[in-house]
């Protein structure tokens, strides 16, 4: 268990290194800084609300993870079976798993990071008013976790092809499924002819439903084990993909 526990540290240690080896880590984290100010500050109105909380920051969230964290995912694998690396990684003494594991983690930390370098945001709230900290404490942890799961779709797509923008496509009409799902326009689709616990399972695949009960301040069981549960087969089936691929 100790010996498995360390090769995912191992790799994670490798990939999160391997993004601030090149400039790629600190332009996404500039464009992902930007993007998300101007969405505030402008698109937002986070001053004109004259309402000392976070709603506009974090509302724009999922759309922002949509374009953003497929962008991170689709290297995770594509690059590494174009460039032939991946025999060189899957020759060392550690399973597909805890590659995919590994490869996960580094990348969930470090949109991790670039989420934790808002906190101006946070800091000028506090300075303008006296927002509910608890709630946009809960809204950080909600956002993080809808990111974990882009990123484990990402990492799924990307294992498919060898090619970046075909994993980045993918992922991309994947994750915006997954946001849609939720929304009255779609299940107006489904209303009349559809069974209500078909209707009912679709929305219940919505990001944006679990997102939206967390960023207001509740943390439900139901919403954590959503996440959970997302990241966990997205990885089991990238898992798989690349078994497939290694037998081939």
């Not at 000392?52 to 920051?57: E, G, R, T």
């Not at 060392?92 to 808002?118: E, N, S």
Request: overall charge neutral; hydrophobic content about 60%; some cysteine.
């Amino acid at each position: 268990m100790s010996n498995a526990f360390s090769s995912v540290i191992n790799v994670t240690r490798r990939e999160l290194s391997g993004y601030f080896s090149t400039p790629v880590a600190w332009v996404f984290i500039v464009i992902f800084l930007v993007m998300a100010g101007v969405f505030t500050f402008y698109i937002g109105n986070l001053y004109a609300r004259g309402i000392a909380d976070l709603d506009p920051f974090f509302q724009f969230h999922p759309w922002l993870y949509l374009f953003l964290v497929p962008a991170i995912g689709m290297r995770l694998w594509a690059e590494e079976r174009r460039s032939g690396t991946i025999e060189l990684l899957l020759t060392l003494p550690l399973t597909i798993w805890q590659a995919v594991l590994g490869k996960f983690l580094a990348a969930w930390l470090f949109v991790g990071l670039a989420l934790l370098l808002t906190f101006p945001v946070w800091l000028t709230v506090n300075y303008l008013g006296n927002p509910d900290n608890g709630v946009i404490l809960a809204a950080y942890i909600g956002s993080w976790l809808m990111a974990g799961g882009f990123l484990a779709i990402g990492s799924c797509m990307s294992a498919l092809t060898r090619n970046q923008v075909v994993a980045f496509i993918l992922a991309v009409v994947v994750c915006f499924g997954f946001l849609l799902s939720g929304l009255p326009m779609v299940m107006d689709l489904f209303t009349g002819w559809a069974p209500q616990s078909l209707i009912d399972a679709i929305a219940g695949f919505s990001f944006l439903a679990h997102f939206s009960t967390i960023s207001r301040g509740v943390i439900d069981l139901r919403d954590l084990v959503y996440f959970a549960l997302v990241i966990v087969v997205w990885l089991v089936a990238n898992t798989i993909i690349l078994e497939m691929k290694k037998a081939d």
